[in-house]
């Protein structure tokens, strides 16, 4: 199940180098976070991207990654908790959420526009492995939509399928990370708004030096991960419209 895996470790492994599980949502920002990384240590990074909750069923089965960066703070604390993390997760950033479209609806009146005959499928991440999708049910419930939308949801596996089925016009409408939509390459695609804050919890996420990496590269892992909390990896994550800790 991991012979990809294993390969890019060995790939990886004889030149210093780490490999990084990446929550879908982050994506974007890490190619920059990638790019930074190796100008400021010289250090390649390895990223996978997919949701949260699958990266930390394959963690738990041995998958050789070295840090892992959470869409949320509830599966690295689990990991944590297993003992598959050299230390407790710490927050790197808060996502927030969007409503996105191709089509021209009335995202001023969202509510009415997604209860309204034009919009037939409405893309969501996997609430049960993506903490953006379980956000997004959250808003729903906060709003009383969740009951009268329910037969349009469509859910993606991770946050990348759901931007998928948004940007190929296979849902109406969906609600994804502002990451996705302040990327260089879907900035200007389509119409989006802000979802209130105040009708999901906000979205932790979170990053761990996983036991693998503890063992196999402890020093570029702790360097990565320092990384992360240091002000050009911020400003970084500022960029994409994360809220920093």
């Not at 699958?54 to 998958?63: D, M, P, R, S, T």
Request: net charge positive.
């Amino acid at each position: 199940m991991f012979a990809g895996l294993l390969a890019i470790w060995a790939q990886l492994a004889s030149a210093g180098n780490i490999a990084v599980a990446v929550a879908a949502n982050v994506q974007y920002a890490f190619e920059d976070l990638k790019t930074a990384f190796k100008q400021e240590t010289g250090h390649d990074l390895q990223p996978a991207y997919n949701s949260s909750g699958k990266f930390a069923a394959q963690i738990a089965n041995g998958a050789p990654f070295d840090v892992f960066l959470s869409a949320d703070m509830a599966f690295p604390e689990k990991l944590y908790r297993d003992g598959l993390s050299a230390a407790a997760p710490r927050v790197y950033a808060y996502g927030a959420l969007v409503l996105w479209s191709m089509k021209a609806l009335d995202l001023a009146q969202w509510q009415q526009s997604l209860s309204g005959p034009a919009v037939s499928r409405i893309a969501i991440a996997n609430p049960k492995t993506a903490p953006y999708g379980s956000e997004s049910l959250r808003l729903l419930q906060y709003f009383k939509l969740d009951a009268a939308l329910q037969a349009k949801l469509v859910f993606g596996e991770s946050i990348a399928q759901t931007n998928q089925y948004i940007h190929t016009g296979a849902a109406d409408a969906g609600f994804t990370a502002k990451a996705a939509v302040l990327a260089p390459a879907m900035r200007g695609q389509g119409h989006w708004i802000d979802m209130p804050q105040a009708a999901y919890q906000p979205i932790a996420q979170g990053a761990v030096i996983l036991k693998y990496g503890q063992q196999h590269h402890p020093a570029v892992a702790r360097q990565f991960y320092d990384f992360i909390y240091s002000a050009k990896a911020r400003a970084i994550f500022e960029r994409y419209g994360y809220l920093l800790p």
